[in-house]
Each structure stands twice: as structure tokens, then as C-alpha cells.
């Protein structure tokens, strides 16, 4: 097996979260808004997407320390270090993001929504319908 | 931004689905079970996961075709074109698929699972934990 893929980054997101210390710990906990700006090259692929659906958002989380397979979960240290996989953390060896989001508006290359716990400047790599 | 990411892949699925004619459409119709081989090297970060648990696993759908932006909906011609982003399409330009699995067994490196809608030989890129 090959041992290593491409990702294509289809977009970028835009938001007031700049911070990891500011950033809500999973999109659960967040009202947060901003816009996913989506590449002219693959703007087609919006097509049906519409104000009030919620959305299944792969964000790669460009910051994230990739070498990290042991962490305290949600960041506390009195807790005991437990596999990456086990767990929601940033860090692990391909650190892809799965957040729900309401879509609040869209135009032909962009869409506002709502529940980002996601810092700015974010790479997106995929959006789903999400499963009702 | 760069604009290509590289995936390490993890690890790999061992079932019985073969063809995808005999794929269920969706992790949801599911019962099919598997093995999740996860490579040595990313063993660590499995610690916690236990039987009974269901877990969300990434896979890479290395069969799909990344060129298509617009699909007929759960592959029916007589339904229109939309963008692959406002469907569960595996054709996308990163086929990364998300399925909610359920674990029968784990060992050091192995999770048997049950939900499977993934071909056989599969490419695993990330597990994390189900937000309940």
C-alpha cells in the first residue's frame, strides 16, 4: 500500500478565532460564526447546499503537533494520558476536524455558519451532508 | 497556504465487502463486521478504546474518483446533478469517508467492528472518539 496520499485544500475558513486558548473546546459547546470561503476550482461542488441545513466540515488542523500518539484528555493534566484515537484532541497523526455546522447563508463560493470552534486561516478539505 | 497536505495512512480494514455493488450505502444500514489493522507504529494511540464503545473512524476511499464535483444523489439517474459537497458522494476531491463504527474486540493493534459500508483493503487515516 502507498503510504503516504494528497489532500487537495478545497478552501480556507475566515473567523474571529485566532487563538487555541480562545477556541471552544468542541463545536458543541459553540455559537461562534464566520465564513468557509471554498476555491473557485471547486465551487460546483456547493451546488444544493442551502441557508438553515446543518453541514459536516473536514477542517485540517494545520497547527497541530503531529507526533503526539499519548494525551490528557481535553488538556487536564490530572488526568491519566490516553491514545489520541481515543479521544477528540488536535493532536494526532493526521489532524483532520469534524465539526457540524449551520449554514446561516451562501453564495456561489461561500458560506456563513454558525457552531465553529475553528481557529482562522483554517485549510478546509471536505463538507458532507450530515446523516439525519 | 500550501496547497497540498500529505495523509499518513494508519492503518488498513480487513472485511468481506469486495465490490462496490455489495457496499450498503451508508454506515447506518449496516451490520457488517471487520478488522481494523492499525500499523505498530500508531499502536500507542489506541489505549482507551475498549469494547463496546462506538467509535468514529476515517477511512481513505482510494477508489474514488477525485475529479467529480456534481453527482446524481445516492447514485440514482433519475434524480438531478448536485454538488458532491451537499451529498455522502464517495466521489469527491479528498474521499475521505466517516463512519460511525461499533467495537466488538480490541487487542494491541487490532479493533474488530461491526457497521462496516467500507471496501476490503481500505486505507485508515484516523480514529477519534464519538462526541455522545
Redesign the interface.
Known sequence: ??????????G?LHGDITSREDAPK?Y?ESERTGTLE?FPK?Q??????VAGQT??V?F?L?KSD?NT??VHPRGDKSRE????????SPA???P?A?SELKVIAADANHLEVSGLDILD?T?I?????K?S
Not at 44 to 49: A, E, Q, R, S, T
Not at 81 to 88: E, I, P, Q, W
Request: hydrophobic share 45%; proline share 4%; aromatic share 6%.
Open positions: 500500500m502507498e503510504e503516504q496520499l494528497q489532500l487537495q485544500v478545497i480556507v468542541n458543541d471554498i471547486y460546483d461542488g456547493l451546488d444544493g447546499i453541514i459536516v473536514l485540517w494545520h503531529r500518539l499519548k494520558l490516553r491514545g489520541v484515537f481515543s479521544t477528540r494526532r497523526p493526521n483532520v469534524i486561516g485549510p478539505i471536505d463538507i458532507k451532508k446523516i
